[in-house]
């Protein structure tokens, strides 16, 4: 990882002070990268050192290995362990650190090959300096994507706001058309691949700003990078919990849809209230920040749920065409977030009253319609018992008898033949 001059003092003091109560510390360190700070800290009086090269290892057939590392073995006396904890302090308070990443190290890696991809190595080092990245943390050449990789990973475990700053700057210029030869639907396929990852942290680009979402104690609210809030903005932010529950609720929608159909006969007006309650919460989730615009192109289906088919048959659709266009809001809500089993799972968690009920409806209404329904037609069924008799039994339930017809020829037969 890349770092400044002050995070290389922050971590020599660090090494120095580990050593407890101890005034003779036994360090071992790189020599080119922090020597030249060890010796300001000596003839600033903090400590004495005493250099000797590290002693070479040999391997099995007696060559030496490792004879070109830069590493070498300091005695450290220190000789004012207060005045080199204030030191510490200090540097520390200059470049703050986080314990976790603004956004995700896998999504800055995914990212930054993507980056690595737009331009060659100078435009690259030149897009890194126009948005303030400063020299010391541009490692060149090097690896394109590693590169711009370990400057984003700096700035996002930075707590610095200016450091802050530059890093969504980074982000928001590899998204503009001019990176991209102006081509503006080439930089839109940029702008969405960096919002698929962007999203698990609460950030958007949108028309080339980048926002960010943060809970502001009642609710999600959103900000550029320069702090200037905006609320006609929010609403094209994409934020996976709210997708997940907006998933959830129209999946169950259509679920609901089907179970009338297949079951119009045994429903009543609680299925309308079922009704209501999932389109309240899809309404008001839609409302909200984080739905990736679908209000727009949202439609509630129908007024009501008993009765529905009259309402397609008016709009000259067919029960076909609707769950079309079901699945189709449903195919909308996936492109733009791709349900997490754990938020869903917690969804139904926290709604589970809701969900209980629904199930319970569907359970009593199934039963219903077993008791409703009208007993089967029995049908005859011929057995052949042999090559010379044949039964025709009925059902038990119809008439309880089985006629062997062999056997009753003959006594038709026998009373024939007395009459004569």
């Known amino acids: 990882m890349v770092e400044r001059t002050i995070d290389k003092k922050i971590r020599a003091l660090r090494s120095i002070l580990q050593s407890g109560s101890l ?37 099995e057939m007696g060559d030496p290995i490792d004879i070109l590392t830069d590493e070498y073995f300091f005695d450290v006396i220190i000789t004012d362990k207060t005045k080199l904890t204030d030191l510490l302090k200090e540097y520390e308070t200059q470049s703050p650190k986080r314990q976790t990443p603004l956004i995700r190290e896998k999504a800055l890696e995914l990212i930054s090959r993507e980056i690595g ?172 920040n984080g739905c990736g615009g679908l209000k727009e192109i949202y439609k509630k289906p129908f007024r009501n749920m008993m009765g529905c088919e009259f309402e397609i048959q008016k709009q000259n659709l067919t029960i076909d065409d609707l769950f079309v266009n079901l699945y189709d809001f449903l195919g909308r809500i996936t492109e733009l977030s791709l349900p997490n089993k754990n938020n869903i799972e917690k969804v139904k968690e926290d709604n589970s009253v809701f969900f209980a009920k629904v199930q319970q409806y569907s359970e009593q209404r199934l039963t ?40 009753l020829f003959r006594k038709i037969w026998g009373k024939i033949n007395r009459k004569k």
């Open 23 to 59: 005034d003779t510390y036994h360090l071992s360190i790189p020599y080119p990268i922090l020597w030249p700070i060890l010796r300001k800290f000596e003839r600033k009086q903090l400590i004495k050192i005493k250099k000797r090269l590290r002693c070479p290892e040999f391997n």
């Open 117 to 288: 991809e737009i331009d060659n190595s100078t435009g690259l080092v030149k897009l890194l300096k126009k948005c303030g990245v400063d020299k010391e943390l541009i490692v060149y050449p090097s690896t394109k994507w590693r590169m711009i990789n370990d400057v984003l990973e700096y700035f996002a475990y930075s707590d610095k706001a200016e450091d802050k700053q530059t890093l969504l700057k980074i982000l928001e210029e590899t998204s503009h058309p001019l990176m991209h030869g102006g081509d503006e639907e080439l930089a839109k396929k940029y702008e969405d691949k960096f919002n698929k990852l962007l999203k698990y942290d609460n950030f958007v680009i949108k028309d080339g700003v980048l926002w960010e979402g943060w809970d502001d104690g009642v609710g999600l609210s959103w900000s550029d990078k320069n702090g200037n809030n905006f609320e006609d903005k929010p609403s094209y932010s994409i934020i996976p919990q709210q997708m997940d529950k907006l998933y959830v609720y129209w999946n169950e929608l259509i679920k609901l849809a089907k179970f009338y159909f297949d079951n119009k006969g045994s429903q009543d007006d609680e299925i309308n209230n079922i009704y209501f309650e999932i389109i309240a919460n899809i309404e008001e989730l839609l409302d909200g």
């Open 368 to 407: 219903r319609r077993e008791i409703i329904q009208e007993p089967p037609v029995v049908k005859t069924q011929i057995k052949k018992i042999s090559e010379s008799e044949e039964i025709i039994k009925l059902s038990p339930g119809i008439y309880g008898i089985s006629i062997n017809l062999k056997t």
